[in-house]
């Protein structure tokens, strides 16, 4: 039997039980707040998991831009040793393209999180353009670092290729 994964399960309940929550409450949008003691502690804990999502899309962006800034400064140190590193810049772009994706995918869950939190007309106006806009990002990126992967590939096949022909040629 296959096993739900827990994340999965906290959306689910999210997603199926909140809208409950919400029934015959009072929202006042002056201080974001729902009347009554148990509903402001379900939304204290959203606020709370929203700040940690953030920090996790940012702590992502900070390993990729640390990890990129030391694997840069190694191969620049090479080059100036007469190195090529055209090759290696490209794998550094994909490294660094796919945290920057992995990145936005957290921060575009906290944005959702921030408008069931505050569902004001306005941050929602902001969170379906944020959405469009980080979407789009990871997207277009997407697409570039496939692109860059099956060049890397393909350059590898030839690669291969030309040493099997040296092999068959020497013998």
Not at 98 to 120: A, G, M, N, R, T
Request: a negative charge; proline letters at 2%.
């Amino acid at each position: 039997m296959r096993r739900s994964h827990p994340i999965f399960l906290v959306l689910l309940f999210l997603i199926c039980f909140f809208p409950l929550l919400l029934v015959g409450q009072h929202v006042d949008p002056a201080v974001h707040q729902v009347e009554g003691h148990h509903d402001s502690l379900i939304f204290e804990l959203l606020e709370w998991v929203e700040f940690i999502v953030d920090l996790v899309g940012i702590a992502i962006l900070i390993v990729g831009f640390v990890k990129g800034i030391l694997v840069f400064l190694k191969w620049e140190l090479d080059n100036l040793r007469g190195g090529d590193i055209y090759d290696d810049i490209l794998a550094l772009r994909s490294t660094l393209g796919w945290y920057i994706i992995l990145s936005l995918d957290f921060l575009i869950i906290s944005d959702i999180l921030h408008s069931v939190i505050k569902p004001e007309f306005n941050d929602l106006i902001n969170l379906g353009i944020i959405v469009v806009l980080r979407t789009s990002i990871g997207y277009f990126l997407g697409r570039e670092l496939m692109e860059l992967r099956h060049a890397e590939q393909e350059d590898k096949r030839r690669h291969e290729a030309a040493l099997q022909q040296e092999k068959t040629d020497l013998q």
